[in-house]
């Protein structure tokens, strides 16, 4: 009796490790020719509108030379043709600065104190006076018109300074340098109710405090300006941002801006350390670019000072909506991205419903049971080819637009290159994020229509339809915050001020979510997605 | 049999043969009544949501407002058309409908009419279901002839005329995406360039700051201007008239359909 030795074959075993199912996904991935000319033309479109935009807007400013704007334009567009570089504030940031300033020399440490009884909306002098017999309706008051006390380096826009102000409808405020911003007593100032404020200077530290009674005081913040030379100017001030109103905000996108102007009344103003003059001296502080040509004026009786300001000491924010034609943050030419999505989308749809389409799926998991990897190691690839995708689409179009607007001298909006960079980043994130998603989508319906249709419906419409707001604005910004859409705040690069009144619409290039809870809602999807997909992979019959 | 069967009246036969196979096609598929059904229920419910989401202000366009839903369900409608052509690629069945009727323009044209009455019809149930919502609601929230706002009424002709423009334009929609999945077969594809070319030129155009190419980009829209046909408020500071609006649609869904034509025509299927 000898035994038998079964046959083995001679081949050796082959791995069935993870890296090879990864290896599988990716071959199947890269060999199909329509799939790669998919993701081609995503970062063609998505890089092909950014140039357009850079195109369009710097047709639009082509002063007397013949661009396709012709000459019709020049008129519109006289503006942004004669922009000067925007104003910028010690961050680097764009500000505005225009304000009326009561103002002495101060010469070293000091401090100075006054109190504020009023806080009222004036009729700005644009507006002219009006016809005999016809009553103008009453004025608002800006919600951030703002009138107190500021230590600022020189009379020069955009130099550095400390103030602590009352507002509008937003209480006692101290801010510095534009973007800082600390709240102090809460409450509307009145003759009844007044409001004392205090700012003084030890060397590079301005500390601010506030009271309601002159004689119990709190500190509201200390700052240091870096580099203040020993003699600055000091004294009160009032100022009063444009306003902003849409005119139904709703499927027609009119907006109107208008100068305000407001005016405080000040007493009790008294002033300790090194104060070499002896009077007050009234002035506008505003930039020479005219954009904000600044008002005012104000009134000394017997230590008591009214003082009339307009215009505003603040970040600008960027976009259409605010004024700020003609000056683009480089993030905003990734708006082709939407589109440049949906070819993604179709491409992700297909690695998936193409293997049910072909009978492939049944190949894949006899090589391959484990169904849970399966879907893992392809929402791996198709993943890591979407975020390549939209890396080298967003770098392509940030760099050429950059580049672009640069040859044509089309200003840009000043942004720290951080803030360029950032998205960029997210752009990838987003696209990837989105990839998967799709993906997960396909396992489910795993018919390509379908499954193209619902990716679309659920992550671009909500876009579309809150940007070109087709829906009313609160339904729109709900969209943005709830559906996969929210994802698209990744993209967001300018900073949201709580400070400044102005809009904040996806067509500015803000979005309602911030960009890390934007990413959170949208990794729900995802995870809620693949989870749903996975069990109907494992339960149903392939 | 045969000789018989094309020896009366053969081309209107063929034509109505061809019709009725469509017919039978799309009556026995469960996907066509769920989507019509979905396309009206859509249209109702976005544009009663967009009505009672609206307080009352100056100077809305109560017509186009009730009509919001139509911007959601023409995605369902092209879906719609996208399935009746690329479902016989991916099962194959195109070269039984070719064998059947060899005449592929006949075939084409069969399915232009039958998906575009499917949608007139839908369109029209949808329409008047929305014009009725916002007749319901709209007065609840202050839009009523106090303050400016005559009741919707399609009595009154520019009212009418956007009802009956929303139809139309629903229908054309279904034709444009018909002629595109005609030509891109696959219905990935064909879904993801109809949506593409719907949503791409109003988010450009809304963010172009020349206003002049604002105003061409919005011209040769086919979403944009086709939707110039639901406007009753302002209609003289449109880029075009509310007619010539649904015709430049109308041309797009005409240039698809050739297009769709001549690839159907010289490519194999």
Redesign the interface.
């Known amino acids: 009796m000898s035994t038998i030795t079964p046959y083995r074959s001679p081949v050796q075993d082959g791995r069935d490790g993870f890296g090879q199912l990864l290896h599988a996904e990716w071959t199947k991935f890269r060999t199909v020719r329509g799939w790669l000319i998919g993701m081609t033309v995503a970062v063609l479109v998505i890089a092909g509108l950014g140039v357009f935009l850079v195109y369009a807007s710097v047709a639009g400013v082509s002063c007397g030379t013949s661009g396709p704007g012709g000459q019709t334009q020049n008129a519109q567009h006289g503006a942004a043709c004669a922009a000067p570089p925007l104003l910028v504030g010690p961050g680097g940031e764009p500000v505005t600065d225009s304000f009326f300033f009561v103002r002495q020399p101060l010469a070293g440490n000091g401090s100075i104190t006054v109190r504020v009884t009023s806080l009222t909306a004036l009729r700005p002098a644009a507006d002219g006076t009006p016809p005999p017999g016809v009553r103008l309706p009453p004025v608002a008051l800006m919600p951030w018109a703002k009138a107190g006390i500021i230590i600022k380096q020189d009379l020069t826009p955009g130099s550095p300074y400390a103030a602590i102000m009352v507002t509008g409808s937003n209480g006692v405020r101290m801010q510095w340098n534009y973007t800082g911003d600390t709240p102090g007593l809460p409450g509307a100032v009145s003759a009844a109710s007044p409001r004392w404020l205090r700012l003084t200077r030890d060397g590079d530290t301005i500390t601010g405090y506030d009271s309601a009674d002159g004689a119990h005081w709190t500190r509201v913040g200390a700052v240091q300006l870096a580099g203040l030379p020993s003699a600055v100017q000091a004294g009160p001030f009032a100022a009063s941002p444009r306003s902003v109103s849409s005119s139904t905000g709703f499927a027609s996108g009119s907006f109107s801006h208008g100068p305000t102007e407001a005016g405080a009344v000040f007493d009790h103003v008294s002033r300790s350390g090194a104060w070499p003059a002896s009077t007050w001296t009234g002035g506008v502080v505003a930039p020479s670019n005219g954009n904000n040509p600044g008002a005012g004026e104000y009134h000394q009786v017997a230590g008591q000072f009214t003082v009339a300001g307009s215009g505003d000491i603040a970040p600008l924010v960027p976009g259409p909506g605010n004024g700020g034609v003609g000056h683009n943050t480089a993030g905003s030419y990734l708006l082709g991205t939407f589109v440049g999505l949906i070819a993604v989308i179709v491409v992700a749809t297909m690695f998936m419903t193409a293997e049910y389409r072909r009978g492939l799926i049944r190949t894949t998991l006899a090589a391959s049971p484990g169904r849970g990897r399966v879907l893992a190691a392809k929402a791996i690839v198709i993943g890591a080819a979407a975020f390549v995708t939209g890396l080298v689409a967003a770098a392509v179009t940030v760099i050429s637009a950059t580049a672009m607007a640069h040859a044509n001298g089309y200003p840009l909006w000043p942004q720290p290159w951080s803030a360029e960079l950032s998205p960029i980043a997210g752009t990838a994130l987003l696209v990837a994020l989105i990839a998967v998603l799709t993906l997960a989508v396909g396992t489910m319906v795993r018919r390509s229509a379908a499954a193209t249709m619902i990716a679309i419906v659920v992550i671009v419409v909500p876009y579309f339809l809150a940007f070109t707001s087709a829906v009313p604005d609160g339904i729109g910004t709900w969209l943005l915050r709830i559906t996969p859409a929210a994802g698209f705040t990744l993209q967001q690069s300018a900073p949201r001020y709580q400070q400044v009144q102005a809009f904040y619409r996806p067509m500015d290039g803000f979005f309602p979510l911030a960009p890390w809870a934007g990413f959170a809602v949208l990794c729900g999807w995802v995870a809620l997605a693949l989870a749903v997909a996975g069990y109907l992979l494992r339960h149903r019959d392939a | 049999m045969s000789l018989a069967l094309s020896a009366g009246r053969p081309g209107h036969r063929a034509w109505t043969d061809t019709l009725h196979a469509e017919w039978t096609k799309a009556r026995t598929i469960a996907s066509t009544g769920w989507l019509l059904l979905a396309a009206v229920v859509l249209t109702v419910a976005v544009s009663a949501?967009?009505v009672a989401?609206?307080a009352a202000?100056?100077?809305?366009?109560l017509a186009?407002?009730s009509l919001?839903g139509v911007?959601?369900a023409q995605?369902?409608v092209?879906?719609l058309a996208?399935?009746a052509v690329?479902?016989e690629y991916?099962t194959g069945m195109i070269r039984v409908t070719l064998t059947a009727m060899p005449r592929r323009h006949t075939v084409l044209a069969a399915k232009a009419a039958l998906v575009g009455g499917l949608v007139l019809a839908a369109g029209t149930v949808a329409v008047l279901a929305s014009v009725l919502a916002g007749r319901l609601i709209l007065p609840g929230h202050g839009f009523t002839p106090a303050h400016g706002y005559q009741l919707l009424s399609l009595g009154d002709g520019p009212v009418l005329r956007a009802a009956c423009g929303s139809v139309l334009y629903l229908a054309l929609i279904a034709l444009l995406a018909l002629g595109i999945a005609t030509a891109a077969r696959?219905?990935?594809?064909?879904?993801?360039a109809v949506?593409?070319l719907l949503?791409?030129v109003?988010?450009?155009a809304?963010?172009?700051?020349?206003?002049?190419?604002q105003r061409h980009l919005e011209q040769i829209s086919p979403m944009t201007a086709g939707l110039y046909v639901q406007a009753t408020v302002g209609v003289r500071a449109l880029p075009l008239t509310p007619w010539q609006g649904l015709g430049v649609l109308g041309l797009w869904a005409a240039g698809a359909l050739i297009l769709g034509g001549l690839v159907l025509r010289f490519r194999d299927a």
């Open positions: 949501a967009a989401a609206t202000a100056p100077g809305l366009d186009r407002l919001t911007q959601a995605a369902v092209a879906l996208v399935l690329s479902s991916s696959d219905p990935a594809v064909a879904t993801g949506l593409a949503y791409l109003p988010v450009v809304a963010v172009v700051s020349n206003q002049h190419w």
